[in-house]
């Protein structure tokens, strides 16, 4: 059972019609053979009984029942077909959505331990693996089970002692296949790793070509891929070269089998125990009988590699999502209480404590790598605190329903992503349902408007994938719009660190002023200036919060903050964490 639910991606229900309507059309092409077999025994009465005559009667009518029944076999093959093919593929795309839904319901912690190529290999090669084990391989592997089973009972009936020479080698290759599962499980993993290993370093190839280009490491990059080719091809000769011979094996053990029921039948028959006609049978069904249980044996060992894709998408639906079920408070001010948090085992951030009142601009400062961007998304709660608790209106965030949550905060990163879309869609995040005018007026706000109308389509203009056909400073400014237009209480502000031109950056300040009122925001600040009106500014240094206060006040404690404005000065460099 474990086995289909992998090999259905935990659904499967999804096999039940598939296999029902191969079953059927596999039980209608039975009753062609055994007409043929009643066919050839009408005529070989005539030899074996001299004196009697053929009876073409019977013989028109066993005819007849070929004909329908093939007819049958035609009109039972399509429904079959299309079942098959049909729930497939929607088996496929509702696990890839389900899968894909998953993904965003997981903490950003889990991800970040799993390589986006095995992610990406995942989402399209495995299910791909699946809905051939659907569509192909399950149905046929019990559709082809149907034809022997029934033959063998039925021959049993007819002759016992040449029902066992048929079959008495079935179960040594049965056994064959079972042994051999655990080095099966452990190829196939093999394969699987380097095939996800490839996709990676292709991905990475692909990510990072432009630093490839530029510093010219085609030959070391490469070869870094060439070796994750050339060592999927060393698995996939390994998995095929091992496993070739046991199904090899399997099937030879079969046809041994008709080897030796027809050297039993006819010493059977020369001994006078066993009748021609009964012999002629056993040779039409066993001959065919032959085909449905190579097509059963191969499919298992093809079925086994299938399933431990389906087993690796199982597991990773089974990844417990982030829990909480609180809708979030009223208020919106936000607290670190003894914080501390490390994305690994070393923390990062250390029994942080601090008060950001709703409606209060707090800057968080400090050097490169100090914990400012991990507070920022220990608030959005891509991550949960090792210790102590953020609140947000008084009440947990770790307790909190994260889409609940999402919903109360706007996020404007450095890396702004834009999808592959127009203008008008990439706002229109913020607010699914926003209206033109509420796009054109959230963009006016945020300073892009007049950069979008002189786009060749204003705000139909397709953005390239990542925002590629724009430049940093616009990407910004749009994303600004977004959270303008999502008017969440709360917004989290990671300040370009990249210098802008001078009108670039005066526009993005006019759009950051126009997002912040009347909020609570909390900033990363790279260039003090920006800041120095700010209700508090924490002075963050290895994960500890060192100082707080407004400007002035940490101007005369003389410490890190008046050290960092100082070198700001000085250095007329206004970024302090580049
Ligand atoms: N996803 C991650 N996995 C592991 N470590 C991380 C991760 N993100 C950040 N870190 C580490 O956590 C520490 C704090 O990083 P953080 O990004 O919060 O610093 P920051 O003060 O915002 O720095 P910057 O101003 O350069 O952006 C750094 O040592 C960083 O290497």
Redesign the pocket.
């Known amino acids: 059972m474990n086995m289909l639910r992998n090999i259905t991606a935990g659904n499967p229900r999804a096999l039940i019609r598939p296999v029902l309507y191969t079953t059927l059309a596999n039980l209608i092409g039975i009753v062609p053979f055994v007409l043929l077999v009643e066919a050839i025994r009408l005529i070989f009465q005539t030899f074996t009984n001299p004196g009697t005559t053929l009876d073409t009667t019977r013989l028109w009518w066993v005819c007849g029942g070929i004909a329908v029944s093939l007819v049958l076999l035609y009109i039972s093959e399509v429904p079959a077909y299309r079942a098959q093919y049909r729930i497939a593929y929607s088996a496929a795309a509702d696990g890839r959505a389900r899968l894909a839904e998953h993904l965003r319901k997981l903490s950003?912690?889990f991800l970040?331990k799993r390589d986006p190529g095995d992610l990406a290999n995942m989402m399209m090669g495995d299910f791909t693996l699946l809905e051939h084990g659907i569509s192909h391989l399950v149905p046929q592997m019990l559709g082809a089970i149907v034809m022997p089973l029934l033959a063998l009972v039925g021959l049993s009936v007819l002759d016992w002692r040449m029902a066992l020479s048929l079959f008495a080698a079935l179960p040594v290759a049965i056994l064959l296949l079972l042994l051999t599962t655990r080095l099966q499980r452990r190829l196939g993993a093999q394969h699987m790793r380097a095939k996800i290993d490839a996709a990676n370093r292709f991905q990475e190839y692909l990510n990072g070509i432009h630093v490839i280009k530029a510093y010219n490491l085609s030959g070391e990059r490469f070869a870094r891929l060439e070796f994750s080719f050339k060592e999927l091809m060393r698995q996939s000769i390994r998995l095929e070269g091992l496993l070739g011979p046991i199904v090899l094996t399997a099937i030879a053990c079969i046809r041994a089998g008709l080897t030796f029921m027809v050297i039993v039948g006819v010493h059977l028959l020369l001994g006078g125990s066993l009748d021609l006609m009964t012999f002629v049978a056993f040779l039409i069904i066993g001959t065919r009988i032959f085909e449905p249980l190579t097509i059963a044996l191969v499919g298992y060992a093809e079925f086994r590699y299938h399933e431990q894709a389906g087993e690796r998408i199982v597991q990773l639906l089974q990844e417990p999502v982030m829990q909480g079920d609180r809708q979030p408070a009223a208020g919106h001010d936000i607290e670190f209480r003894e914080v501390t948090f490390?994305?690994?085992e070393?923390p990062?951030?250390q029994n942080v404590s601090l008060s950001m009142p709703t409606g209060s601009f707090t800057a968080?400062v400090?050097?490169?790598?100090?914990?400012?961007?991990?507070?920022?998304?220990l608030i959005a709660r891509f991550y949960d605190p090792n210790q102590g608790t953020v609140t947000m209106g008084g009440e947990a965030i770790h307790a909190m329903d994260p889409e609940a949550l999402l919903q109360k905060v706007s996020m404007v990163f450095?890396d702004v992503y834009l999808f592959q879309d127009t203008i008008a869609n990439n706002i229109r995040f913020g607010k699914a349902d926003a209206t033109r005018e509420e796009i054109e007026s959230a963009a006016r706000l945020a300073c892009c408007h007049d950069f979008i109308m002189k786009l060749p389509d204003g705000y139909d203009t397709l953005v390239g994938e990542g925002g590629s056909t724009l430049s940093g400073g616009e990407k910004q400014r749009i994303s600004i719009a977004r959270a303008i237009l999502k008017d969440a209480p709360v917004v989290l502000l990671?300040e370009a660190?990249a210098s802008l031109d001078p009108e670039n950056e005066a526009e993005i300040q006019k759009a950051i002023d126009q997002l912040v009122q009347g909020r609570t925001v909390i900033v990363?600040a790279?260039r003090l200036k920006t800041v120095r009106h700010a209700d508090q500014i924490a002075v963050?240094d290895q994960?500890q919060i060192v100082e707080t206060g407004r400007h002035e006040e940490l101007l005369s404690l003389n410490g890190l903050y008046a050290r960092l404005w100082g070198r700001q000065h000085e250095t007329g460099e206004w970024s302090?964490?580049?």
């Open positions: 950003l912690g970040n490390g994305y690994l070393q990062v951030l968080l400090g050097p490169s790598g100090s914990g400012k961007s991990t507070m920022l998304r450095q990671d660190t990363i790279h963050l994960g302090i964490s580049s």
